[in-house]
């Protein structure tokens, strides 16, 4: 019996001596929040990252907050939620007092489906566009709405495009400690109109707007010097990390095509921290997930449940969940950090095979 044991995620932030000389800046300026110097210089690395202009990005505390902050909208429309995905996409739009329905999700991209309803009415509603586990958008589908938000979580690896994203729109990106140029918590919003992200960053400081009488309710939502700092220091490390995490997931692909298994419709080349495998029923993804464990390989359903099947959006407006439910209950997650070895690569692809013998 093998005494490899492999856990199912290891965040890995920059390295100490990377981060140090931004933290000695940090003391030596005396400002340790506040849209301090470091944020700005984060703001303005990101936004060529995703090739807007740095008016347009928003650093903020965290990922919710941030899709929170985009959610800002004075007329009140109503926001489509995918039924499968992480609750913090539904917890955002709720944190600014809005009404929110969820959606089921397409059988196969696993992205937020809507009604001919919602796209007759697309004024007043505004898509929530999940882009499942670092899946690209393509904005050019959501052309009937003015206005929408791309909750893209896991995406900053993968480095799109946004200069296109129209004025109604935004994306927020996570910068936890599972992402990708992970900080340890925070997170960036880019608006597709400079007037919004003005608004989110007077909300994110409790409304002031370069006074201390405030302009509207806001929170405290600021990112930290130090978060931007660790911030900075992975885009310092951005070409190592990402060879990394090419590395690890055609590793993962390649195990997935070998031995038939879906692995998601997330491009092989998509610099994410997620090895899935999507199997065709409940019972059969209890066998995958316990064979693993017993042989010490973790395994995480990522979003376990419809979250409409979940107790605080039970009693929400939904078109259904049977798709989401499925995938709830089908696809599981693989061990995915950079650094797995070969010694647990081919423990795990071991303990896979023999699932189908």
């Known amino acids: 019996m093998t005494s490899i044991s ?3 995620m290891k965040p890995v932030l920059p390295a ?3 981060v140090t000389p931004y933290l000695a800046e940090v003391y030596e300026s005396g400002i340790f929040s506040n849209h301090g110097p470091k944020v700005r210089a984060l ?3 990101y936004a060529t990252w995703f090739n807007v202009s740095p008016e347009q990005v928003v650093a903020i505390s965290n990922g919710t ?3 929170a902050a985009a959610a800002l909208w004075e007329d009140n429309p109503t ?4 039924e499968w995905t992480f609750p913090a996409t539904a917890m955002g739009p709720l944190e600014v007092g809005a009404t929110i329905e969820f959606r089921d999700v397409h059988p196969t991209e696993w992205t937020l489906t809507v009604t001919d309803d919602d796209r007759r009415n697309a004024n007043s509603v505004v898509p929530v566009v999940v882009a499942p586990f670092g899946h ?4 050019a589908e959501w052309s009937d709405f003015p206005r929408g938000i791309v909750d893209a979580a896991a995406c900053a690896g993968n480095r799109p495009d946004l200069s296109g994203m129209g004025p109604g729109w935004s994306a927020t990106i996570s910068l936890h400690a599972t992402k990708v140029l992970g900080c340890g918590e925070g997170g960036l919003v880019i608006f597709g109109d400079v007037a919004r992200a003005k608004i989110a960053r007077e909300w994110i400081n409790f409304g002031f707007s370069g006074t201390r009488v405030t302009n509207r309710v806001g929170t405290n939502g600021k990112m930290s010097e130090f978060a931007a700092s660790f911030a900075l220091a992975a885009l310092d490390g951005a070409e190592t990390e990402l060879a990394e995490w090419k590395s690890v997931r055609e590793r993962a692909t390649a195990i997935n095509t070998e031995l038939g298994f879906n692995g998601g419709p997330m491009p092989a080349d998509s610099r994410i921290p997620y090895w899935l495998v999507a199997v065709d029923t409940a019972d ?3 066998r995958v997930a316990e064979s693993l464990d017993a042989a010490g390989i973790q395994t995480r359903k990522w979003w376990p449940a419809a979250l409409t099947s979940t ?7 939904t078109s259904g969940n049977a798709v989401a439910t499925h995938l709830a209950d089908t696809v599981l997650g693989l061990p995915m950090f950079r650094e797995l070895s070969d010694a647990q690569f081919g423990h795990i692809r071991t303990t896979l095979a023999d699932l189908r013998k």
Not at 136 to 139: A, G, K, R
Not at 311 to 317: N, V, Y
């Open 311 to 317: 107790k605080p959006f039970h009693d929400m407006t």
């Open 284 to 286: 059969e993804a209890a």
């Open 6 to 8: 492999v856990q199912v």
């Open 136 to 139: 690209p958008i393509d904005l």
């Open 43 to 45: 703001e303005e690395r």
């Open 16 to 18: 100490l001596d990377v």
């Open 65 to 67: 907050v941030a899709i």
């Open 79 to 82: 926001y489509l939620i995918p």
